[in-house]
């Protein structure tokens, strides 16, 4: 079974700094793939990353990018220059490499809030 | 524009009442997917399917029912048997292909569902 765990139920971070929210997982899988999504207040999720088990390379996507440490089972979520639109939550989700579909497993989230 | 189309946007239930979601998607997106999100919760996977006529239960199925008649078309029926279906209720797709399930989820809006 895979487990997703945020420990940090909100964050508050200032306009134009960076922020880490942490994600860590457990699985007894060799290839999985991890991802993070953001939720707005109106509900969509919008996906925002991906990193493979087997990726050497942390990923990055524009302002954001993911701190992959395979032997602490980590994939924390960086945001660099937080902009007022980042204030949502965000999900941490990881899915096992086997099968053709992806089925996803979540974390509870973390509250990001972006202030002036 | 390419989606997935989720509706009603809001839905009330009677005790005792069937309820049908529905989920359109036009990606051409081989699986499809049901989440269930409570307040301050991830997403729980309700069921999947990953190509048509052919459906698996996520881990709380119970008290839900599905079909995949169509490629487009995933809807989720809320039966009497589920005794809490007040939630938020996300349809998802992907590609699904591929033996590495690396390939993201696309989410609809969202139906919320509460108890008369």
């Keep these: 079974a895979q487990k997703i765990t945020q420990t940090q139920p909100g964050m508050f971070v200032q306009e134009k700094e960076a922020v880490t929210l942490d994600c860590t997982y457990d699985t007894s899988d060799q290839s999985y793939g991890l991802f993070w999504y953001k939720q707005p207040s109106s509900g969509e999720m919008i996906f925002l990353i991906y990193q493979g088990s087997y990726d050497e390379q942390n990923a990055t996507e524009g302002r954001y990018s993911l701190n992959f440490q395979k032997a602490r ?12 639109g980042d204030s949502a939550m965000y999900f ?9 579909a992806s089925k996803l497993t979540f974390g509870t989230g973390t509250r990001l809030q972006v202030t002036l | 524009d390419g989606g997935i189309t989720q509706s009603p946007k809001y839905l009330f239930r009677k ?8 989920c359109e998607q036009n990606l051409n997106h081989d699986a499809m997917y049901w989440y269930r999100q409570d307040p301050g919760q991830g997403l729980r ?12 239960k996520g881990d709380i199925a119970e008290g839900y029912s599905v079909s995949r008649e169509k490629k487009e078309s995933f809807p989720l029926t809320v039966t009497s048997a589920q005794k809490n279906p007040t939630a938020f209720y996300l349809c998802a797709s992907s590609t699904g292909q591929g033996y590495y399930s690396n390939q993201p989820q696309h989410f609809g ?8």
């Design chain 1, 92 to 100: 941490c989700a990881m899915s096992p490499a086997t099968g053709t």
């Design chain 1, 73 to 84: 089972k980590s994939a924390n979520l960086v945001i660099s220059a937080s902009q007022l």
């Design chain 2, 45 to 56: 996977l309700i069921y999947y399917s990953q190509i048509v006529n052919d459906f698996q």
């Design chain 2, 109 to 116: 809006d969202g139906t919320r569902l509460s108890i008369l």
């Design chain 2, 15 to 22: 005790e005792g009442q069937n309820v049908t979601l529905s």
